[in-house]
């Protein structure tokens, strides 16, 4: 029982190159969420998807997409990557009526 | 709005210390309460929780209670070990939030120093 994993780890971008973080979970959970973590701005909910083929903006989805490919899987996709979406972002996914969520280790991303 | 307050930090402690991270909140309705713990280079841990008032959390000697009369959640250690060292974060969830229930709102986290 891996929980929630993550890919890549470390990334480095050039500004205007696009890529897709990729996140799955094998725990059964119904939602899974994208956030970002900066210094000094604690967690910021980028996007969200309640169930299998819902999704949902959050807090600071501007310049991201996500899809819910499946019920394990939430992608995150930077079309065109941007200096200020340096950044470490995590995945999580919790149960149906549960409100804890388990975090994936992150993925850590610079972009030059 | 909800929204959740956390003691700035760092907090810098011997070992042995008595540890209180201050966490207060803002909710309508009756929120649960959690406390996550985040590791050097790791992902957030879930470390506690309470879903009512008057409710105790506890986990690896941590305690945090849910007071409603004050809005508080604060996390209390009788003696951190080196190894405690990490951002400790606060949180509660938003209830009917676009349809979701497990959307949680954080505090910005409390650096925790444990030195030898």
């Known amino acids: 029982n891996a929980g929630v994993t993550q890919t890549p780890k470390f990334q480095v971008l050039k500004t205007g190159q696009s890529m897709t973080l990729q996140c799955a979970q094998d725990?059964?959970?119904?939602?899974m969420y994208w956030y970002r973590q900066d210094p000094g701005m604690g967690l910021r909910l980028i996007y969200y998807s309640a169930s299998e083929g819902t999704t949902d903006k959050g807090e600071v989805p501007n310049g991201y997409n996500v899809s819910r490919l499946n019920k394990r899987e939430f992608s995150l996709r930077l079309e065109s990557a941007a200096p200020s979406q340096t950044s470490v972002y995590f995945c999580?996914?919790?149960?149906?009526?549960?409100?804890?969520?388990?975090f994936g280790p992150g993925t850590r991303l610079t972009v030059t | 709005g909800n929204s959740v307050t956390q003691m700035e930090g760092p907090v810098t402690l011997s070992e042995e210390a008595f540890l209180t991270i201050n966490c207060t909140y803002t909710?309508?309705?009756?929120?649960?309460l959690f406390w996550y713990v985040q590791y050097p280079g790791e992902g957030l841990q879930l470390l506690l929780k309470a879903t009512k008032a008057d409710d105790k959390g506890s986990n690896k000697g941590f305690e945090a209670t849910y007071r409603k009369e004050t809005t508080s959640f604060h996390l209390e250690k009788g003696s951190v070990q080196v190894s405690d060292s990490a951002v400790y974060f606060c949180a509660l969830n938003r209830m009917n939030y676009g349809g979701s229930q497990g959307n949680l709102i954080f505090g910005k986290g409390t650096k925790l120093s444990v030195k030898p």
């Open positions: 725990m059964n959970h119904n939602s």
């Open positions: 999580a996914s919790s149960a149906r009526d549960r409100y804890e969520q388990y």
């Open positions: 909710a309508t309705g009756y929120p649960s």
